[in-house]
Structures are given as structure tokens and as C-alpha cells.
């Protein structure tokens, strides 16, 4: 049995098209929504409403956490962008659907998938094909192994679309209980899987996610979300855990075997 895994695809539907090539299932961990790509300030939501140095600026603010300035730099922008007429929900769900559209058709059959914390959960069942099977909180079986997952990211100053408490992360976490393969959106709560050595700054982990590995003790825990971390693979007791890889970069997906 081959799986392929990928996550944080942001966009890169040419690479997804092939993602599942040799394997017998694909296995998606979210975030396929571009907002903003924090390497080429030119691609994504934000640059193509606001241009390049926009968001260059958007993302320098962010870097060194000053995050009320971004904000504030987020609301002048979108208020003058208001002052048109256009709805700034109403865009940016416009823009989300349109690579929805091109994303969820280079999935092949079958893919299983959850959501990232930039994704917008009410919209994917419109764009799920029949081949796609999307899991939040659920667990199936794939090829007599059995698959757990759970979506989403925990709050943060970021305020991404799919961000949830911390006590809902771990509802979801203990409604999985105990799997072959435990797949999320976010790692663990280990200093060395959350911090992003470009972004210069931790991302969130789960702690619930942390409990379940020590305690019901997977094969592997494979999640994505930090970009660049300091560790891409960690052990903690007899589970392998993995960050798979950010695809929209690398284009490769993460291959696990048995």
C-alpha cells in the first residue's frame, strides 16, 4: 500500500494534479487556499487586490509581530477598497472559489482530506467531488490501516478563517481517538516542529495533539502548517512524527508506505 500526503498546497494545483501519480490514495492536511505567499509577495489574493508592495509590507509587519500595524494596514486597505462598492467578503469568497474550483478538480480518486486554518470549511462540499472524502474530528480506513483527522488551526493574532478554541481542538482530537496514522493541519505542541526559521517566529501547536501521541500512541502523527520548521521530523516514544512538506513549494508529496 502507497499513500501519498501533502499539505499547504496554497494554489499549486499543477503539481496536485500529479501529487497522487503511483500512490493508491491521496491524503490531503489543508490550507489550499493563496492569501498571501510570504516568498514571492506577488501571488495570491491580497497582491492581486493590493498589489505587490502591499503585501510585502503586510508581510514584514507580520514578521516582526507587529501585529496591531498590520491590522491597521489590512483596514485602510480594505476600507478603501469598500469605498468602491465592493463587498469585501463578497471578493475575497469570489477569489476563494475560483481556486477552489481549479483545486478540488486536480484531486485524484480517492483523496481524503481536511481543512487548514486558511480554508473556508462551508465552501468545500460545493467543490468535493465524489473521489473526495473530507474528515474533521472522523477517522476511515485505508488499506487496513486506520487514518484519524482533524482540521483547522488554534487561535491566533492572525485571525485565519478556520481557527478554533483550544477546548474544540481537543473535542476533535478525542473523538478520533486511537488511530494507526493521526492526521492534522497543525503539529504537536514540540518548540522545535512550531517555530518557522524564515517567518523567524512559533506557530501554534496542540497540546490536545501532544496528549494523544504520548497517550494512545500512533505510528505516526503527519501534519504541516509550520513552512520552514526547525525540525521536519521528531520521535516521541514509538510515533514518527512528520511535517509532509510544504507542497506549494516543493510540489512533492510526503510517501508512506506498508
Known sequence: ??????????????????AGDGADALVCLGDLVLFLDYADHSRGIFPDLFGAANAAALVALRTDRRFEEARALGRRLWGELDRTGAGRESVIEAAVRRQYAELFAAFPTPTYATYGN???PRLWPEYAGDGTTVLDGQRVEIGGRVFGFVGGGLTTPMR???????????????????????CTHIPP????????????RFERGSAALLHAIRTTRPRYSLFGHVHQPLARRVRIGGTECVNVGHFNATGTPFVLEW
Request: with cysteine; net charge negative; proline share 4%.
Open 1 to 18: 500500500m502507497r499513500v501519498h500526503v501533502v499539505s499547504d498546497v496554497h494554489g499549486n494545483s499543477r503539481d496536485l494534479a500529479t
Open 118 to 120: 486558511v480554508d473556508i
Open 160 to 182: 485565519t478563517p478556520y481557527e478554533v478554541s483550544d477546548e474544540e481542538y481537543a473535542a476533535k482530537i478525542e473523538a478520533v481517538g486511537e488511530v494507526d496514522v493521526l
Open 189 to 200: 505542541d514540540v518548540p522545535e516542529l512550531c517555530y518557522d526559521t524564515v517567518a523567524r
